[in-house]
């Protein structure tokens, strides 16, 4: 029986794989001088949630019915809720196929779902304290791969505090890896697929180090080999795996969506202010970054309105769903064209 891995690096940009860092990749470079390999596009939104479902599924967001981080809990105003497993719609692979499987650090695989495998969730896990792995006793099997050390689902990113950064980045994917040779020497599997966040959390960290055409970028930083360092790292423990896998495994390499640096924002809502489609209460304001604050909003005159961040969305205002719907459910397409 064939045998299939997925090594995902979560935003492992085809620029700097195929490119910029290639010289520095020499397991992944024996790969493609052997492989196919290329650029895809990823899904719309190009996000961690749901690009690796999507992938997992062949289904598009809209037939998950998940397009983010976080969803819409209910239809009122201001309520959100975690894209957690159970909202994913739809078989994925490993309910497919007739052998065993095992998942590392999917997004979302919290709460673990219930598999012919096992699992290890991903990093919207709240904690070790939380039930994160199916069967539930092998998280006391993890404990003791790691000598008591705790698993790391994720790390602060978004912080001035650099070098702990780097220090946790290396931390969590050691100990990440140490737990995936496990799995694979131990479990039965024919598909075993994992994810590791770093290569994502170490963009957002220190992107504007490393990219010369970054408006922040200064040459010769301290952290301008950064990024190029934990590439290679990711490109050793790599190494390690596949001397793991034989003649009966297909090998897959894999990232969600890619990055580049940010030079500027759009006003989501300030555009709908503009074009009438959301009204403000009189008197009040919305600064641009900020979320915006439902009782600043004329409901009764607001047809639009939206999320900001990096995946911006807009909902309609419909009449017998929202609180205060004024778009009548025969209007709905034509408004949302």
């Given amino acids: 029986m064939k045998k299939v891995i997925v090594i995902g690096l979560d935003c492992a940009d085809p620029r700097l794989v195929f490119d910029r860092y290639l010289d520095s990749l020499p397991n992944i470079k024996k790969m493609l001088d052997n492989s196919y390999y290329g650029k895809m596009r990823t899904c719309f939104p190009a996000i961690t949630i749901p690009a690796w479902m999507v992938m ?5 967001p809209g037939s ?3 397009y983010g981080f976080r969803q819409r809990d209910g239809t009122d105003y201001d309520s959100m809720k975690i894209s957690t497993s159970g909202l994913m719609r739809g078989p994925k692979i490993w309910e497919m196929i007739d052998g065993k499987s095992i998942l590392v650090g999917l997004p979302p695989t919290y709460p673990p779902p219930k598999i012919n495998g096992n699992v290890i969730s991903c990093f919207i ?3 070790v304290e939380s039930e994160f792995t199916y069967p539930p ?3 006391s099997e993890i404990n003791g791969v790691l000598d008591g050390k705790e698993y790391l689902f994720d790390v602060v990113f978004r912080t001035e505090s650099r070098e702990e950064v780097l220090e946790n980045l290396y931390k969590m994917a050691e100990r990440r890896f140490k737990v995936i040779e496990y799995l694979m020497k131990t479990k039965p599997w ?15 960290a220190f992107w504007k180090y490393a990219d010369p055409e970054h408006p922040k970028y200064e040459p010769g930083n301290k952290y301008e ?48 202010v503009d074009k009438g489609y959301l009204k403000l209460k009189k008197g009040a304001e919305i600064k641009a970054g ?6 600043k909003v004329d409901w009764g005159e607001t047809k639009a309105w939206a999320w900001g961040g990096y995946y911006s969305r807009i909902f309609i205002n419909v009449e017998g ?5 004024v778009v009548r459910p025969s209007e709905y397409e034509n408004e949302r064209k």
């Fill in 56 to 60: 997992a599924s062949g289904r598009e």
């Fill in 190 to 204: 024919q598909l075993f697929w994992f994810v590791e966040i770093g290569v994502d959390r170490i963009h957002h």
């Fill in 137 to 139: 006793e092998l998280k």
């Fill in 225 to 272: 080999n950064v990024i190029r360092e934990y590439y290679s790292y990711m490109d050793k423990k790599i190494g390690g795996l596949l001397k793991l896998v034989g003649e009966d495994t297909y090998i897959l390499i894999v990232s969600d969506h890619g990055a580049k640096p940010m030079k500027g924002a759009f006003a989501i809502n300030d555009w709908l």
């Fill in 290 to 295: 900020d979320k915006l604050n439902p009782s």
């Fill in 64 to 66: 998950l019915g998940v």
């Fill in 321 to 325: 769903r929202e609180p205060e719907g």
């Fill in 125 to 127: 896990t709240p904690g």
